[in-house]
């Protein structure tokens, strides 16, 4: 039966999984290639892993992974063919490493009902395996951002491309006004600020959290700005730099931890690069598999080191 992953993936059953998100820019920064390392990478290290392509949009991991027309997608899930998430997850050739397909009608993250959110979420936590990689694909809808904001590890892709780097850090700031909104969303007076300051040119003269947090406390009492403050302080994005072709690229990552410590007073965690790797570009465009590259290709290499770095807590040198 291919209905499950991996037999040791069940072993982990009773524990909720570790889940990462893989989301950022827009399409083709390489949010669905670095899904595919991270969890090729903790798979081989050991752990049981499930890849969820969360792509609704343009569900592609399968092809990544050389599965021509996967059996069972999210699609049977969503349309209640199944009814948990463990019954669509299928085996792959990777030990500990099992995959759940995207859907192929057509069916966005934006336009996925909340109850069908809420039962995504709720059947993710059941997986039988010790980490869960989402591929959230490209856009910051409210859904992809949900997505995001329940992960324990929430990362965001870039690229060195001046456009990437702003694209990287609009979605972290929509991601903080998102928790912010639904943080104190039974609070008509402290969402309409919150509202305002979204726009980055109010005439509120709102530009930072710290002044929002302000106009909080002077509207609505210091109750509710400490709230906020606590919930934003939750916030604690993943960077990683893909396809970088020199080291100096790896700056990329630096300004946005600044940007966001400025204006949003969130920390962002560098996590390090990973090369543009000559392997990885062939492999997709001669339909190789990703899991059949080398090992010691440096994408995958680059892998490994953000994943020992992620699961140690190790923050790194810092870089000035
Ligand atoms: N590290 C890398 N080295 C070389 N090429 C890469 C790398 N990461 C991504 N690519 C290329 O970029 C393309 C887009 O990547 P993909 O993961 O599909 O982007 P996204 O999911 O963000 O739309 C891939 O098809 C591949 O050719
Ligand atoms: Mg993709």
């Known amino acids: 039966m291919k209905t499950t992953a991996n037999r040791d993936l069940k072993a982990s059953q009773t524990d909720t ?62 349309n209640r063919k199944y009814r948990q998430l463990r019954q669509i997850c299928i085996k792959t050739e990777v030990d500990n490493l099992g995959l759940i397909c995207g859907a192929s009608e057509v069916l966005t993250m934006a336009n996925l009902q909340f109850a069908q959110k809420t039962k995504i979420f709720k059947s993710i936590q059941t997986l039988p395996a010790r980490h869960v990689v989402l591929d959230l694909g490209a856009g910051a809808s409210f859904n992809v951002l949900d997505f995001f904001l329940i992960a324990h590890f929430p990362i965001v892709v870039l690229t060195s491309q001046p456009v990437s780097i702003q694209n990287a850090y609009a979605f972290v700031r929509n991601a903080v006004y998102r928790r912010l909104t639904r943080t104190v969303s039974q609070k008509p007076s402290v969402l309409e600020l919150i509202k305002a300051a979204m726009d980055p040119k109010n005439e509120n003269q709102l530009r930072t959290i710290q002044e929002l ?28 730099t893909n396809m970088i072709r020199h080291e100096n690229e790896q700056k ?14 969130v920390q962002a965690r560098d996590l390090g690069s990973i090369k543009w790797d000559a392997a990885v570009a062939g492999a997709v465009s001669e339909m190789v598999p990703i899991n059949k590259l080398p090992r010691q290709t440096p994408a995958l290499q680059n892998a490994n080191e953000i994943i020992a770095k992620t699961l140690t807590g190790d923050e790194g040198a810092p870089s000035n």
């Open 213 to 240: 947090l302000a106009a909080v406390e002077n509207a609505s009492g210091s109750k509710y700005s400490s709230i906020l403050r606590e919930s934003v302080g939750n916030i604690k994005p993943l960077l990683v």
């Open 17 to 78: 999984p570790i889940i990462w998100a893989v989301g950022g820019g827009k399409g083709g920064v390489g949010k669905s290639i670095v899904s595919i390392l991270l969890a090729l990478s903790l798979a081989r290290r050991g752990h049981s892993t499930i890849l969820v392509d969360a792509d609704l949009g343009a569900a592609n991991l399968h092809t990544l992974m050389g599965i021509k027309t996967p059996v069972r997608t999210l699609n049977d899930f969503l």
């Open 252 to 265: 990329a990552a630096r300004i946005i931890q600044m940007v966001a410590q400025k204006y949003l007073t």
